[in-house]
């Protein structure tokens, strides 16, 4: 279970380095996503989000209002806190924190991932695609 999760927007410039540092060695390194598509131009106006585990840093992901709804993006666990359910707790807490909007929630997962969405109450709808020459699918959150 996650140690702590700290919800911010983007004038707190340390959490959103350590947001960053995250991205980077999950999306960028791991991933080899172009930093020009991982560093969208989308941070300034998202609520953004950074679980901690052992008051280490290992997780974050951000949110942001688009046209279709609330859209979750860029979550990210470093390789070795993956597995334990930490991205999960992540994944409920945004959720929860969104919910009383009644908004449509959706995100684009990745193919390889999709099943750890569909365990917090996200479909697939769509057909796959490639985003940062990933496979993905978009995928929306519908309560039980």
């Known amino acids: 279970m996650a140690e ?10 340390d959490l959103l380095e350590k947001a960053f540092e995250i991205r980077t060695i999950v999306f960028v390194d791991e991933q080899e996503v172009d ?3 991982e560093y969208d131009g989308y941070d300034d106006d998202a609520v953004h989000y950074i679980m901690f585990y052992n008051d280490i840093p290992i997780g974050t992901a951000r949110r942001r ?5 609330i859209k979750f993006e860029r979550l990210a666990v470093l390789k070795i ?13 945004m959720t929860d924190d969104v919910l009383p909007t009644d908004k449509k929630i959706y995100l684009n997962s990745q193919a390889a991932v999709e099943n750890i969405y569909k365990k917090y109450g996200f479909k697939r709808v769509g057909e796959m695609f490639y985003e940062a020459n990933i496979e993905h ?8």
């Open 35 to 37: 930093p020009k598509t």
């Open 65 to 69: 209002f688009t046209e279709e709804g």
């Open 4 to 13: 702590k999760i700290i919800k911010f927007i983007s004038d707190n410039v």
């Open 81 to 93: 806190y993956r597995g334990l359910g930490l991205g999960g707790d992540l994944m409920q807490y």
């Open 137 to 144: 699918y978009k995928m929306v959150y519908e309560p039980k």
